[in-house]
């Protein structure tokens, strides 16, 4: 603290006799004041001081004034703390409380709270989390992106790696469980020259559907992404999307087949998949040529080989009928059946649909894409604390036809065309209907019994 100017000394104490060089030695050695010396040396003359406001004279210490002593205090520790976005600890998450934050007196505002109220205010209709995620800085949503882009390298290299564990329950129910959300819904789309089909799998029936693969055959997958990018959204999910993905099926025979497919999806805060949906455009059956040599060489099927291949060298198969495209009116290369009885020889040609997927995978899809519709019925069971399945459906059904009058017809056939309402649509002629119509209940069974035989089909 500032003491004010330095005092004099008092007059009681005799200021030094100064010798300079004129001053003649003295005998002895000995300095000797004169009795006069304290009146021919002036006293020390001080510049004048300046005081401060409120200090008294008379060379006491000076005092500090009231707007001194406000400024002197010493801050004072309060519980009270600024929201999460302001108040982070060193390791860049919310405070807990384990860092005070210092608050002076009202004299003095807190720089942190003037820049807050000078800030300008948010809109009302964004939510809370994404407010959280529009202050995260650039580059800690960037890094966010590459832990989700790192991931999803991360499960399809464990896809690629399973190799004799296809057909293993156990495996799949604990990489799923991993990777995907309780509640997340999987959409996997096929498409053909003629037919279009779309499943939806909920995560308990996952599981099955890819064990169902090594039933099949099937002795090793293989992933490859292109052109992978993913980005943090106003929501705290991270979206990914790769327009060319492959998934490439071997057989224990040297045969596989190629699908290709488009796939997106989200990630949760957790690096878990919320939802994910697999659109396959193309397939392209293929034989590995080990697989050709090691038929070829086979000695129990020489002679059926050797007949297959005078067929196909047949000078005037063009000119006799086929049966088969006389019967199906359609274009087929003039040696169809030897080429069929050809591929008869390698698994990836057995009971193949138009979709490029066996036809009993397909079906093992199809009921799981029920059952997994019936997840609503199953909770209505559990509310309504039902024992008998045959009660609960009946009843579900009573409280549908109840419900059907008020409700919207969009809200109808959102609900019945599928679980996820996040991700189901009315179709490409859909047309949403937003006002309050009450329909009759006959035509909202006619509605029920249409989209029920458009998610039946085979």
């Not at 993905?245 to 998949?273: C, E, N, R, W």
């Not at 997927?357 to 019925?377: A, C, F, P, W, Y």
């Not at 459906?393 to 609900?415: C, M, Q, T």
């Not at 209940?441 to 029920?452: A, F, L, Q």
């Amino acid at each position: 603290m500032y003491q004010g100017p330095p005092q004099p000394p008092p007059q009681a104490v005799p200021m030094p006799y100064i010798v300079n060089n004129n001053t003649p030695p003295y005998p002895n050695g000995n300095i000797n004041f004169p009795p006069t010396a304290q009146q021919n040396i002036p006293p020390t003359v001080y510049p004048q001081q300046v005081p401060f406001p409120g200090q008294p004279q008379g060379g006491q210490f000076p005092q500090p004034s009231s707007e001194q002593q406000v400024f002197n205090q010493l801050p004072q520790v309060t519980q009270t703390f600024h929201n999460s976005a302001q108040n982070t600890n060193a390791t860049g998450g919310p405070g807990s409380g384990s860092m005070p934050m210092f608050t002076p007196v009202a004299s003095f505002p807190h720089p942190m709270a003037t820049a807050a109220t000078a800030a300008a205010p948010l809109p009302r209709s964004a939510s809370q989390a994404s407010l959280s995620m529009l202050r995260v800085p650039y580059h800690v949503r960037k890094y966010l992106s590459n832990l989700a882009m790192l991931k999803l390298y991360e499960i399809i290299n464990e896809v690629n790696t399973a190799m004799g564990k296809i057909g293993l329950l156990s495996f799949w129910t604990e990489l799923i469980s991993d990777i995907f959300t309780p509640d997340a819904v999987i959409r996997y789309s096929k498409k053909s020259m003629t037919d279009y089909r779309e499943f939806e799998f909920i995560i308990p029936v996952f599981p099955v559907i890819c064990s169902t693969l090594g039933r099949f055959g099937i002795v090793r997958m293989e992933v490859k992404v292109l052109q992978l990018k993913t980005q943090v959204l106003s929501n705290s999910t991270i979206f990914f999307n790769c327009p060319r993905v492959t998934f490439v099926y071997y057989y224990p025979d040297g045969s596989y087949i190629t699908h290709f497919s488009q796939m997106k999806g989200a990630f949760d805060l957790d690096l878990k998949i919320n939802w994910l949906d697999v659109s396959m455009h193309s397939f392209v059956p293929d034989i590995e040529w080990n697989a050709v040599e090691r038929l070829l060489s086979d000695d129990t099927k020489s002679t059926e080989i050797e007949q297959i291949f005078r067929k196909l060298k047949q000078e005037d198969v063009k000119e006799q009928g086929n049966s088969f495209a006389e019967n199906n009116a359609t274009n087929v290369p003039p040696n169809f059946e030897a080429i069929t009885q050809l591929r008869s020889y390698f698994d990836v040609f057995r009971n193949v649909s138009v979709f490029g997927t066996q036809e009993g995978l397909m079906r093992v899809m199809q009921i799981s894409t029920v059952m997994s519709t019936l997840k609503n019925l199953r909770k209505f069971q559990i509310e309504k604390n039902i024992d008998s399945p045959v009660t609960a459906l009946s009843a579900y059904i009573d409280a549908d036809k109840k419900d059907s009058g008020s409700e919207p017809l969009h809200a109808k056939r959102r609900r019945n065309s599928g679980i996820s309402p996040r991700t189901t649509t009315l179709g490409p002629n859909g047309n949403s209907n937003t006002s309050n119509e009450e329909l009759p209940t006959s035509d909202v069974n006619d509605i029920n019994k249409d989209m029920t035989k458009k998610k039946m089909k085979f």
